[in-house]
């Protein structure tokens, strides 16, 4: 193989390893596009679209990421699961070494004013 005939991504590993590092770390918008895979199992929708999340953060000091959210009620007997769900679909995340999902009802949860359009109209809200 002559001097021309070298595939172009040879010279682009040293390239995307610079990058890789810098990629190792979730974003704001990744983790919230994952979180749109759990859904509430009543209602069977996104918990984002929900507005049941309050916060969601990468710590690059623990390489944890961080979540506060909420349940669309304080005896919401499934909480675990989707407290658990969250977990699950975050932690595979590259660069992310633990999970912390906090459950918080303060404040309390209004579809009202915290689910998205969608979900309003799903739900009858006008």
């Known amino acids: 193989m002559g001097q021309n005939d070298r595939p172009e991504w040879d010279g ?3 390239q995307t390893n610079g990058s890789a590092a810098a990629q190792s770390e979730p974003t704001y ?4 596009e994952r979180l749109k895979i759990v859904e509430d199992p009543e209602l069977r929708m996104s918990v984002v679209d929900l507005g049941l999340i309050y916060g969601a953060e990468y710590v690059p ?4 990421v961080e979540v506060t959210m909420t349940l669309t009620s304080p005896g919401c007997p ?3 699961l989707i407290q ?5 679909v975050l932690k595979d995340l590259p660069g992310v070494k633990d999970v912390d999902v906090k459950i ?9 004013t915290m689910a998205s359009e969608d979900v309003k109209m799903m ?3 006008w």
């Open 61 to 64: 000091e623990t390489s944890t």
């Open 78 to 80: 499934l909480g675990g």
């Open 29 to 32: 918008d990744e983790i919230m």
């Open 12 to 14: 682009m590993a040293e």
């Open 84 to 88: 658990g769900q969250a977990y699950a």
């Open 104 to 112: 918080t009802f303060n404040p309390p949860w209004d579809p009202r």
């Open 123 to 125: 739900l009858g809200i």
